[in-house]
């Protein structure tokens, strides 16, 4: 028997749930972190817990504006009280003398002694001798007070270490007084396109562009998805299918940063040199994932001259299988070298409304649109070269080998609004 030679041999395809595993064993979280302005802190991950020094609210307050009273006293509507004080949001009261009320106001501290509110639009005032107002309506306690503690108790852990800051934790974190937040350090992604028919749009025009000749339109969502992901980004720009080339950026690449991404150049083809390239500087797994679009993936290290190692994954060049498989598997991996422990995606069941009647042999990421039916449309041409889709489509359905759709089944959908995030 002989051996064929190394450009033919066929690659095992690897399940994408194990791409996944094996992808995430390599990974850690960063170990620098850094504080910052909470101002400045959406999208990055917490480096440690934030435990609260104070309740919120501080105290018991009003959330109408109104009267504060004591409950007992008005135990049938049209009571007349005394209004012996105002307290306004930022100021406090004296302790309330039974059978009075204050006026009040949305966010001021409740008088001691007062255990509800009424509502001004349930009073009418009395002039005359005494300033009182007609109670119309018999008041529970507690009615209309926010109690001190009630959103955040003293010492509760309010948010996570590994947790993304969203605009809303932001304001959270600022309701417990906090000005800076540490964080862990963003990855420094080196990002490089292979391929010596890629262009640079502005480069050269449409209609000067050499047969064969196509813009670099990876590089562009790529370096915009990364740095959705918090990443800082050095874009090497295009690599010449070169083996020295490739070998000096990646070389120039590995020092300083943490994970080096390419697209193309990962197939097993006479022009494909991302491999050799890597393998001679560190060690390199070339993975056929069992997916479409996306099939091949590329995940090894780049030995630093200090010794360590840089990450390095590399993407399909097809422009919808860098997409996918970013989103798949970069993704991922960026969020646990950020420190977040749960990266898997949540997905909807949504009717289909369209039919598959050729299933795949691969697991399949159909570009779809939701319609204002509450279904999907399936982009009709689903090609892994085909952009448009992207653009056209708002998610995914995730669609098992082997399986055709039928009109109305239910499929699995992951929003590209979630996938952005
Ligand atoms: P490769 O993985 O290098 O064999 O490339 C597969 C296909 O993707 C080829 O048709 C390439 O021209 C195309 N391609 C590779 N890189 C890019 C890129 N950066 N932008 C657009 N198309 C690309
Ligand atoms: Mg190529």
Request: charged share 20%; with cysteine.
């Amino acid at each position: 028997m002989t051996t064929p030679p190394p450009s033919q041999t066929r690659v095992p395809l690897m399940s994408l749930d194990d791409a996944m595993v094996s992808l995430l064993a390599h990974v850690g979280p960063l170990q620098s972190t850094e504080a910052v302005a909470t101002f400045d802190a959406d999208g990055r991950v917490l480096a440690q817990d934030l435990v609260s020094a104070l309740q919120v609210p501080p105290n018991d307050n009003s959330s109408m504006d109104g009267y504060a009273l004591r409950a007992a006293d008005v135990t049938e509507a049209g009571k007349v009280l005394p209004v012996t004080q105002r307290i306004a949001a930022g100021h406090s009261g004296e302790p309330l003398e039974p059978g009075t009320c204050a006026r009040i106001f949305t966010g001021a501290p409740m008088p001691a002694g007062a255990d509800a509110v009424v509502m001004q639009e349930d009073t009418v005032e009395v002039g005359g001798n005494i300033h009182g107002v007609h109670i119309q309506a018999v008041p529970r306690p507690g009615q209309w007070v926010r109690r001190a503690g009630e959103d955040v108790t003293r010492g509760a852990v309010v948010l996570t270490r590994g947790e993304r800051l969203s605009p809303a934790s932001l304001g959270l974190a600022a309701s417990l007084g906090l000005a800076h937040l540490n964080v862990v350090a963003r990855p420094r992604v080196a990002l490089f396109s292979t391929g010596d028919e890629l262009v640079m749009p502005g480069e050269v025009a449409p209609e000067a562009m050499k047969p064969g000749a196509i813009y670099n339109s990876n590089r562009f969502f790529l370096r915009a998805l990364l740095h959705r992901m918090g990443c800082e980004v050095s874009d090497l720009g295009i690599v010449p299918d070169q083996r020295e080339a490739t070998l000096a950026a990646l070389k120039t690449a590995a020092d300083h940063h943490d994970l080096i991404l390419t697209s193309g150049g990962v197939s097993v083809g006479e022009e494909d040199h991302i491999k050799p390239a890597v393998q001679q500087l560190g060690r390199l797994d070339l993975w056929q994932i069992a997916m479409k679009p996306g099939k091949p993936f590329a995940y090894g290290t780049v030995k630093r001259d200090a010794g360590e190692a840089c990450h390095f994954i590399g993407l399909p060049g097809n422009p919808v299988s860098s997409f996918v498989t970013f989103l798949l598997l970069v993704r991922p991996f960026l969020l646990r070298l950020q420190g977040v422990e749960t990266v898997a995606l949540k997905a909807t069941m949504l009717p289909a409304h369209f039919t598959l009647s050729k299933a795949d042999k691969r697991r399949e990421f159909l570009r779809v649109r939701r319609n204002a039916a509450g279904g999907l449309d399936l982009f009709p041409n689903q090609s892994s070269g085909v952009l448009t889709s992207t653009v056209w489509g708002d998610g995914l359905v995730d669609n098992p080998a082997g399986k055709t759709i039928a009109h109305g089944d239910l499929v699995s959908f992951i929003s590209f609004a979630d996938l952005f995030a």
